[in-house]
């Protein structure tokens, strides 16, 4: 497979096509970042900021930072465009790490409009992922965030085969091994 790297792939589902976010999203991604109900579902453990973002600005200025980590070999965030609305929904992040006992496991963030946050968008969304994510980012196992609150999220990951389980990265979270 082909490093995602130099040239980042485009997936596509009934309802979505995931591509690498632009700085040209920022103003549709402001919608669901500055979405209450959305925000309490995010997944920013580990990370530098909530991702409560308020202002055109700030949306810009997170959308310039996650196209620097990009290009960095960081992580790969990906906007989720709504095909009937031409719209960013939505984003997805993906990377991989070496736990403590060497395991390769990729984290999946998913941040939608609340929206989107039903079963049917989600098992789209995590379903893309999952039959693409193992082998583009080189992972056994894919651990997700899913709260209690988030009964849609854990009902789709569960659909899918996702086992609640531990991650390193904190609690509440979902794991898919290859």
Known sequence: MKNPYEICPTFETESFILRLVS???SEDLLKCYSDSKAQKIF?????TGDFCIYTIEDML???????CAYTQHEF????????????????????????KYKIKT????????????NADYLNEI???CNENFFDL??????????IPQAVERRNALLKIDFC??????????????K
């Open 43 to 47: 997944n920013s453990d580990k990370c």
């Open 76 to 99: 790969i965030r990906f906007a989720i465009i709504d095909k009937s609305l031409s719209k960013a929904i939505g984003t997805v992040e993906m990377f991989g790490y070496a736990g």
């Open 106 to 117: 990729g984290i999946l963030r998913v941040d939608v409009s609340s929206e989107y946050e």
């Open 126 to 128: 995590f379903s893309v």
């Open 137 to 146: 980012f080189e992972v056994d196992m894919i651990a997700t965030k899913a």
């Open 23 to 25: 700085e040209e999203d």
């Open 164 to 177: 609640e389980g531990n991650a390193y990265e904190g609690e509440h979270y979902f794991l898919r091994s």
């Open 61 to 67: 200025q997170c959308t310039k930072a996650w196209l």
